[in-house]
């Protein structure tokens, strides 16, 4: 057998739910393959199996090691058969040490047994972070790093155990361009020193610089592996998806903003310097940037969640005082943080309570849900992003990434607020549910709402957003109006974004 790692025949069913159907998967060492699919068509799933975090469906299907058949029961089995998956969340311990983290489970002793031998894995753990070429301090607790330095980290650990396989769950969906350079040149090095690596992601051009071939599901079947050569973007998507789907649209042009609804003046905090703009009703206002610029910030800061130094924001011309969510909820504003994780869901509740328990209830008891407008809402946007669930009873936790994100997006869309601030609104959702919420945004603001959209993804930026405002480190460095818009480039946005200011030194 020519493939290192061979996956026959599986089979997963969650309580009565069938979500992987016969699947083939094998892979060669020295091979980056792409995993694609749309939210819910299995991938994590797939990947959880090899990673021996789910069992496969009984007397169904085989995995084979270097030919040899195998049983993974248990992540420690997969780690003996040298799999290493880097999950879609960040495993590690915030409050540990880098080299602590490393270890976790396989400390070292010292020669008598009784003790951690701390200088020996601080010795190893530096080797191997070394070894990579990245600049991190093993003794440095985790929650000091930034998201790309984490998985650095958490490719060590892989490496650690001599790792063949390397499992990449959508790993760039946090990092910023440098960031994902380096870790694609990290990709690039595993493969030479002769890994598998299976990189799972949304993002077309990634797969296209980075992968060697590619394997699509969709529903939980397989609709093909095929080398990328010969492939094109139309032709990925058309496997995944079954349709052609919309080609870029400048939704922008359809758009007719109002008055100006919300201006700040000289917002100032320690993370962000001297912020001014204007918000109009009806407007998409883009915030562009690296990640890190300062965008999120802002939209914290606006929302009362983050404290303000210095500045004033204004409502309809009306000096508000936001000190906190629920001031920011009163005065209208709404707000889909980018980490829906820890600010977003609920996940130990059902996908019905999430998607309807606006977070405005947390704040404001007179806001009733009635159960009409509950099942209203679900079957209407559930419909729309075709948010992937057994029922609306099912917990949240149990959806898949992007099937989560789609829940969050949907709960703050269904209360329509006057202002609302959309950080990365898309992170980690598939193609064609990304063209429907597109399509929601500009139906929002067709009915009046102002929304300030901060993405990472220009095209994103470019199709929605009438002006832009563009950030880095903290700072606004440029504003474009409808006219600059309408003829900038990707490139033109980079300058700003990464520190040019414009009309200075021109
Ligand atoms: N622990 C679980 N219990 C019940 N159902 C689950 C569980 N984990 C996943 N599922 C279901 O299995 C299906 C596949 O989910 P999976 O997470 O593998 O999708 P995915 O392809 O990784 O999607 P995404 O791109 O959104 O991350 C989904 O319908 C999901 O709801
Ligand atoms: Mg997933």
């Given at each position: 057998m020519d493939n290192y790692l061979e996956m026959k025949d599986i089979n997963k069913t969650f309580s009565g739910n069938k979500v992987l159907h016969h699947i083939d998967f094998g892979l060669k060492l020295g091979e980056i393959r792409a995993l694609m699919g749309e939210n819910g068509a299995g991938k994590s799933?797939?990947?959880?199996?090899?990673?021996?975090?789910?069992?496969?469906?009984?007397?169904?299907?085989?995995?084979?090691?270097?030919?040899?058949?195998?049983?993974?029961?248990?992540?420690?089995?997969?780690?003996?058969?040298?799999?290493a998956i880097v999950h879609q969340e960040i495993s590690l311990v915030n409050e540990m040490t880098v080299y602590d983290n490393l270890f976790m489970g396989d400390e070292l002793s010292t020669g008598s047994g009784l003790f951690l031998d701390d200088r020996e894995m601080i010795r190893r753990a530096q080797e191997i972070i070394d070894e990579l070429k990245v600049n991190i301090h093993v003794q440095r607790k985790v929650k000091s790093l930034s998201i790309a330095q984490q998985q650095m980290v958490e490719i060590c650990r892989a490496l650690l155990f001599n790792a063949k396989i390397i499992v990449m769950d959508e790993p760039t969906s946090s990092l910023t361009g440098r960031e994902i350079d380096e870790l694609f040149s990290q990709l690039q090095r595993l493969k030479s020193a002769g890994l598998g690596i299976i990189y799972i992601s949304h993002r077309m051009e990634e797969i296209f610089r980075i992968s060697d071939s590619i394997t699509i599901l969709r529903d939980g079947r397989l609709i093909g592996t095929k080398p990328m050569s010969g492939l094109d973007h139309d032709s990925v998507i058309q496997m995944m998806v079954g349709r052609d789907l919309d080609k870029y649209i400048r939704h922008s042009e359809s758009l007719c903003p109002g008055n100006v609804c919300l201006t700040v003046k000289h917002l100032s905090n320690q993370k962000i310097?001297?912020?001014s703009f204007d918000l109009r009703a009806g407007e998409v206002l883009g915030f562009?940037?690296?990640?890190?610029?300062?965008?999120?910030?802002?939209?914290?800061?606006?929302?009362?969640?983050?404290?303000?130094?210095?500045?004033?924001?204004?409502?309809?011309?009306?000096?508000?005082?936001?000190?906190?969510?629920?001031?920011?909820?009163?005065?209208?504003?709404?707000?889909?943080?980018?980490?829906?994780?820890?600010?977003?869901?609920i996940l130990d509740n059902t996908v019905a309570f999430n998607l309807t328990i606006s977070i405005l209830e947390q704040f404001i008891h007179w806001i009733h849900v009635d159960k009409a407008r509950e099942h209203k809402t679900i079957g209407e946007y559930s419909?729309?992003?075709?948010?992937?669930?057994s029922s609306p009873d099912q917990r949240i936790k149990y959806l898949s990434g992007g099937n989560q994100q789609k829940v969050v997006v949907s709960k703050w869309l269904a209360t329509h607020p006057r202002i609302l601030i959309l950080d990365e609104p898309?992170?980690?959702?598939?193609?064609?549910?990304?063209?429907?919420?597109?399509?929601?945004?500009?139906?929002?603001?067709?009915?009046?709402?102002?929304?300030?959209?901060?993405?990472?993804?220009?095209?994103?930026?470019?199709?929605?957003?009438?002006?832009?405002?563009?950030?880095?480190?903290?700072?606004?460095?440029?504003?474009?109006?409808?006219?600059?818009?309408?003829?900038?480039t990707q490139e033109e946005i980079m300058w700003y974004a990464s520190g040019r200011v414009k009309n200075e030194a021109e």
């Open positions: 799933t797939l990947m959880k199996i090899l990673g021996g975090i789910y069992p496969k469906d009984k007397n169904t299907g085989q995995i084979f090691i270097d030919g040899k058949a195998v049983e993974i029961n248990s992540v420690e089995d997969a780690k003996k058969y040298g799999i310097h001297d912020i562009a940037g690296l990640v890190g610029a300062g965008r999120s910030e802002t939209a914290r800061a606006i929302f009362g969640i983050d404290p303000v130094q210095e500045g004033e924001i204004f409502i309809d011309q009306k000096r508000v005082s936001i000190k906190n969510a629920a001031d920011a909820i009163r005065s209208g504003i709404g707000y889909v943080p980018e980490n829906r994780k820890e600010e977003g869901l419909n729309k992003l075709s948010i992937k669930m898309t992170r980690g959702i598939d193609i064609g549910a990304k063209t429907e919420i597109y399509h929601l945004i500009v139906e929002m603001a067709r009915s009046g709402v102002a929304v300030i959209l901060i993405s990472s993804e220009m095209e994103e930026i470019l199709s929605l957003c009438s002006r832009v405002v563009v950030m880095y480190e903290g700072k606004v460095t440029a504003v474009l109006d409808e006219e600059e818009t309408e003829n900038v």
